[in-house]
């Protein structure tokens, strides 16, 4: 099964020279696709797209919830969010 989200990570993009960003990129193609039920595209899984323990935009008081509730996909790549956060992306 394919959705529209689907074909907008087809192509590898160019590194943004931020590897936080990159890693988000990664795992949001990745979570998108287990989510939706597409594979994930190959350059999403590359190993050298991660970081480690970033919060962005968690505010200290929330990264308990973030190290609980940051779905698979971003949690693997070292990305910890809160379930709202995704509801504003």
Do not use: N
């Given at each position: 099964?394919?959705?529209?989200?689907?074909?907008?990570?087809?192509?590898?993009?160019?590194?943004?020279?931020?590897?936080?960003?990159?890693?988000?990129?990664?795992?949001?193609?990745?979570?998108?696709?287990?989510?939706?039920?597409?594979?994930?595209?190959?350059w999403a899984l590359d190993p050298?797209?991660?970081?480690?323990?970033?919060?962005?935009?968690?505010?200290?008081?929330?990264?308990?919830?973030?190290?609980?509730?940051?779905?698979?996909?971003?949690?693997?790549?070292?990305i910890f969010l809160t379930a709202?956060?995704?509801?504003?992306?």
């Amino acid at each position: 099964m394919r959705s529209d989200s689907a074909g907008a990570f087809v192509d590898e993009r160019e590194p943004t020279g931020a590897g936080e960003l990159d890693a988000a990129f990664a795992a949001l193609a990745d979570h998108l696709a287990e989510r939706d039920g597409w594979t994930a595209p190959v350059w999403a899984l590359d190993p050298a797209r991660r970081t480690t323990a970033w919060y962005p935009s968690v505010p200290a008081i929330f990264r308990a919830d973030a190290d609980r509730e940051s779905p698979r996909a971003f949690r693997q790549r070292g990305i910890f969010l809160t379930a709202r956060s995704l509801l504003r992306a």
